[in-house]
């Protein structure tokens, strides 16, 4: 069954209506988007700081701390400010390994309308697991948090 992503914003919106805490709020959202969209090891955010991304919040097990922009899956969608879904991670060239379980990947970029903030990252060790619907939709709750938190409070210009 396909996962409703519209339902999913209606539900982010209300879980951070009113809380004011960033930090918080950020952090559930990776708790969120972990429970809510199926088949993940990892859910989390990088977050612009100079020339790198530096992990945020996420569920999942430890991850890489720090990725160069423009390296890895989370460092090229945030160079190109372009989702990139990746079906086997082992054929992707430059990707980083923080999970060994991980086989595929989506990546999808976090902006506010003063421009790039970092990207959400999200693994499943299921090969072929993201589709376009899933990358529409996680674009869509991306938007919405950054509609609903102000995320760049986070982030450091880049």
């Known amino acids: 069954m396909p996962t409703d992503y519209e339902q ?18 950020c952090a559930n959202f990776a708790a969120f988007i972990a429970s809510e969209i199926p088949e ?7 977050l612009a ?7 945020g919040p996420f569920i ?19 160079a190109s400010d372009a989702t990139i879904l990746v079906d086997d991670v082992d054929a992707f060239d430059d990707h980083i390994v923080c999970d060994s379980a991980s086989a595929a990947e989506i990546v999808v970029p976090l ?19 993201f589709t ?9 709750l991306a938007r919405a948090l950054t509609e609903c938190v102000n995320v760049r409070s986070l982030a450091r210009e880049v």
């Not at 993940?40 to 990088?46: D, E, I, M, T």
């Open 40 to 46: 993940l090891n990892f859910a989390g955010l990088y």
């Open 49 to 55: 700081k100079g020339e790198d991304l530096v992990l």
């Open 132 to 140: 376009e619907d899933d990358r529409r939709g996680i674009e869509r």
């Open 60 to 78: 999942g097990r430890p991850s890489c701390t720090r990725i160069r922009i423009g390296r890895g899956v989370c460092g090229k969608a945030f």
């Open 8 to 25: 999913l914003e209606r539900q982010l919106r209300a879980l951070v209506e009113g809380e004011t805490d960033v930090l918080a709020n």
């Open 111 to 129: 902006r506010d309308s003063a421009g790039a903030l970092g990207v959400i990252d999200c693994d499943s060790p299921q090969r072929a697991r």
